[in-house]
């Protein structure tokens, strides 16, 4: 399955965060938005790096109050983006290696399309393994 259809089905909505803004406004939207990362984003269309749950930890353990600390302190800047083209498989290989949760999807000129979670990814693929066995039970029940 390739980004595309996954992106199709959950929508194109990404929540952005201004790199400017602190980390209380980054929890609220976190919280509102039930997300566990948000693409940091001057524009909502450029990737300026994404910020996760993972760094807002990070952030509190060296801090005593970071609250009104830019996101941009706490961000990732080196963000791995992926095409609309891109297969589940590859996408869970990067996952796993670089231990990341969320990746952008992006068009050729770098504009984001959208972001896939890890459990997007695993959920995508459950369908995939329940369709193959579907297939699976009927080929053998049926005689081939």
Known sequence: ???AT???GKGSHVVTIAPS???RELLSLLAEHKVGALVVSTDGRSISGIVSERDVVRAFSNSDNPYDDSVSSIMTSEVFVAPPEAHVDELMEIM??????????T????GLLGIVSIGDIVKSRLGELESE???LLGYITNGG
């Not at 796993?96 to 999807?105: A, E, L, M, Q």
């Open 133 to 135: 066995k579907e297939a």
């Open 21 to 23: 803004a602190n980390i």
């Open 6 to 8: 996954i992106l199709a």
């Open 96 to 105: 796993t290696s670089r231990r990341v949760r969320h990746i952008p999807v």
């Open 1 to 3: 399955m390739k980004l």
């Open 107 to 110: 068009d050729e000129t770098g």
